[in-house]
């Protein structure tokens, strides 16, 4: 009572003019206001809101992930692998970091991609000797703190398709092809967990993977699993739904590929003539012989049949890749269930290297072609023992050809007019 009474005496006392003046400036004050929060929910939807749709953050992570590696790059990481200069690595480096840095409204999604790469920054970064340019300081302190407080976007995963063989096959350029897709993360060693590791335990593997966001797969390669005998059911009994690739070549090739790989680190071994024999006279071929043994693949490939069925499984020819490596890598996309990201635009044929390349971003010259340890020169091998050896693995070969319901026509390398033949 005493407050209504005190209000109505206030009210009579004061003249009607500035009562009306109050209820005016606060009035005004509260549309200002207004207006000012309807400002600041715009601005958070521009974020939210790419090309007409609204969309969850999650989406809006990979559709801008599609669109920011359509034009930039990606470090790899296996210098073993890669040849670049360190200035080229250098380069690369700083253009991954001008990527980072080019929108703040992907900045989000920076950051996260930023996480994932951050150890392949570092190494690459160190092989580069660190060499800084003024010009992109800024860009890198932003990077390094997106880094730094980033480390727990996406989550580690167990893989969801391998590259399981086969050695010498082109599995390597096969992986760096298929990293360069913006849905697939990749490993960049050879875990080398179902033949070697396995005791380590499955957390220990889940570990050596990259995180992942929503989407994309994670994969990794070691060509030795296609001939371990336990790999296919530890496999299985990880993942009974994975996919598994298996890059083919003429056994002939390969077993020269994987001789010549040897010879670069032990030159003192006999001549591959001397190893491919138990005795060249009764032309008795030693398939105990690892270089050989690899090579027969239908009877590795029915190991893996028993607990895989076909469709789980891609046969890339690691011949098709050398001449037409887009046309094998929309195969593998689909397979995959991708999207044919990397298709003909990616790959750019080294006259130097004689294989192809992976192009650079256009803001860049510098190629992307594997290292020395990859398309080394074979030594010459005697003609009469490449035809004994053709002639070995020919029933395997059909064999192979009708499990897995493809011809890689490597019988006519015999006569050397074969797609990518090279000795
Ligand atoms: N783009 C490109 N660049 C270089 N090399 C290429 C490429 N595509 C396929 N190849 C062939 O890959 C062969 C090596 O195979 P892998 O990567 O499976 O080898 S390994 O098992 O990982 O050591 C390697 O074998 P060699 O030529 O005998 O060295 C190449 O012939």
Redesign the pocket.
């Known amino acids: 009572m005493a407050f209504w009474s005190s209000t109505s005496v206030f009210t009579s006392k004061v003249p009607r003019k500035i009562l009306f003046m109050f209820t005016l400036s606060l009035s005004v004050t509260y549309l200002f206001y207004s207006l000012m929060s309807c400002y600041n929910s715009f601005q958070f939807q521009e974020n939210y809101v790419y090309q007409g749709r609204l969309v969850t953050e999650e989406t809006t992570f990979v559709t801008l992930r599609e669109k920011l590696y359509s034009s930039s790059s990606q470090v790899y990481l296996d210098e073993e692998f890669i040849d670049r200069t360190s200035t080229e690595q250098t380069i690369a480096v700083s253009s991954v970091r001008n990527s980072v840095g080019i929108d703040t409204r992907t900045a989000g999604w920076a950051r996260a991609q930023a996480a994932t790469t951050s150890s392949m920054m570092s190494r690459a970064a160190a092989a580069a000797g660190e060499h800084e340019h003024p010009e992109f300081s800024t860009t890198d302190s932003e990077l390094r703190r997106a880094v730094n407080c980033t480390s727990d976007y996406g989550v580690k995963k167990l893989p969801q398709a391998i590259i399981i063989g086969v ?7 096969l992986l760096e092809a298929l990293r360069v897709h913006p849905d697939v993360r990749a490993v960049g060693n050879e875990p080398h967990f179902f033949d070697r590791n396995y005791e380590r335990g499955l957390d220990w593997y889940r570990e050596l993977m990259p995180s992942t966001l929503e989407g994309q797969i994670t994969m990794e390669k070691t ?1 030795s699993y296609f001939v371990t005998n336990s790999a296919p059911k530890r496999i299985h009994s990880m993942a009974r739904d994975i996919k598994l690739i298996i ?1 083919v070549r003429n056994p002939v090739t390969r077993a020269i ?1 994987d001789y ?2 040897t010879l670069s680190k032990r030159p003192e071994i006999p001549t591959f003539e001397v190893l491919a024999f138990k005795n060249r006279t009764l032309g008795l071929i030693d398939a105990s012989w690892s270089a050989l043994r690899i090579g027969i693949y239908a009877l590795h490939l029915e190991s893996w049949m028993q607990y895989f069925p076909l469709s789980q499984m891609h046969f890339v020819s ?1 011949e098709r ?2 001449v037409d490596p887009s046309g094998e890598m929309a195969k593998v996309q689909d397979f995959l269930g991708l999207k044919r990201i990397v298709t003909d635009k990616h790959f750019y044929f080294n006259k130097t ?1 004689g ?3 992976l192009k650079k971003p256009e803001d860049s010259s510098t190629p992307r ?2 290292g020395k340890s ?3 020169t ?1 030594p010459k091998i005697d003609p009469d023992v490449i035809r004994r050896l053709h002639k070995f693995y020919k029933p395997f070969n059909m064999m192979f050809y009708q499990m897995t319901g493809q011809n890689f026509e490597w019988e006519l390398e015999e006569h050397g007019n074969s797609p990518g033949s ?1 000795d």
């Open positions: 050695k010498k096959g082109g599995t390597r350029a060509p890059v590929s010549t790989q690691g890749l050398i290297k294989f192809p390349c072609c594997l990859k398309g080394r074979h090279r």
